[in-house]
């Protein structure tokens, strides 16, 4: 899988061409941008999208996906919702959202990837109250994905309805667009204290389009702690091996979520960087 590896940019830096630099110097094939010095991706200007796209080709990566905040909002604003991190966005409607959208098709035509990550708008209370409304947005989305020929990737993300492995994939089956599928995130399943593997991974099979490696764990005070790869609660060795048998061949982005203590950002992903090489066997260099 290590040819199918690659980052996602301010998780090693918010100086994008120092995280390309880590990338290429660490074999890494690919990236996904999110933040660049404070600034989300959906808001980059036509001639800082050149610019970024020059900085990559001259290092002989690609843009595999667009992590965008899209659907990072609530359902109806009046309601009290839960809420994650925005990634220096403010809270817009969904209307807003979907008018974000449509720029961010053209940041990713721009940018010659095909992929944008999306999500199912921040949890209610009770989600399942809301559920058709949720599939009626996604279908819409899928749609108009389908028209600009780009695959939408749905995360499960625990501040968002579709929090868990069990959730994206009933939105994404029913939605049932060639234009929608799971991103699925392992470390978000542990981070949100569900068992990532083998039940989470169970309920999103043959519905994956990517996947986002980062490992977590519940305390003993029950708070909920992201680490390394290998230090957590995700057996990535058995989940990497069923994604093999079961014939997954799309990419990886590292998506670490770990700073360590008196560190940085990039010393966080070298960890899990490591951590990935200890389990697939590869000799790291110090």
């Known amino acids: 899988m290590f040819d199918r590896l690659g980052v996602l940019t301010d998780e090693v830096s918010q100086n994008v061409t120092e995280a390309f630099d880590w990338a290429v110097s660490n074999g890494l094939k690919h990236v996904e941008i999110r ?53 220096g966005q403010k809270e817009e409607s969904v209307e807003n959202h979907f008018m974000k959208l449509e720029r961010v098709f053209e940041i990713c035509k721009k940018l010659k990837a095909d992929k944008i990550r999306i999500f199912s708008f921040w949890r209610e209370e009770n989600p399942s ?48 667009s060639p234009n929608l599928k799971v ?18 991974y169970n309920q999103v099979r043959g519905l994956i389009g990517h996947v986002h490696l980062k490992d977590a764990f519940i305390d003993e005070n029950g708070l909920s702690k992201c680490v390394p790869i290998g230090e957590g609660s995700v057996p990535f ?28 950002a990039k010393e966080g992903t070298q960890m899990t960087l490591e951590g990935l090489q200890k389990i697939l066997g590869i000799e790291c260099e110090k």
């Open 183 to 200: 991103l699925w995130d392992p470390g978000n399943e542990a981070y949100g204290g569900k068992s990532a593997f083998p039940e989470g």
């Open 35 to 87: 933040m660049v010095n404070g600034k989300n991706i959906a808001d980059f200007s036509d001639e800082e999208l050149d610019q970024l796209l020059f900085e990559v080709e001259k290092r002989g990566l690609y843009i595999s996906a667009i992590a965008s905040p899209i659907f990072k909002c609530a359902l109806d604003l009046s309601r009290a919702v839960a809420s994650g991190d925005m990634f």
């Open 237 to 264: 060795i058995d989940q990497l091996q069923a994604l093999k048998h079961d014939g997954y061949e799309g990419l990886f982005t590292i998506e670490t979520h770990y700073i360590p203590e008196g560190g940085t």
């Open 129 to 176: 109250l809301y559920e058709a409304e949720i599939i009626e947005h996604l279908r819409k989305a899928a749609r108009i994905a389908g028209e600009k020929g780009i695959l939408l990737l749905l995360e499960n993300e625990n501040a968002c309805n579709g929090g868990y492995a069990s959730e994206v994939a009933s939105f994404v089956r029913q939605v049932d």
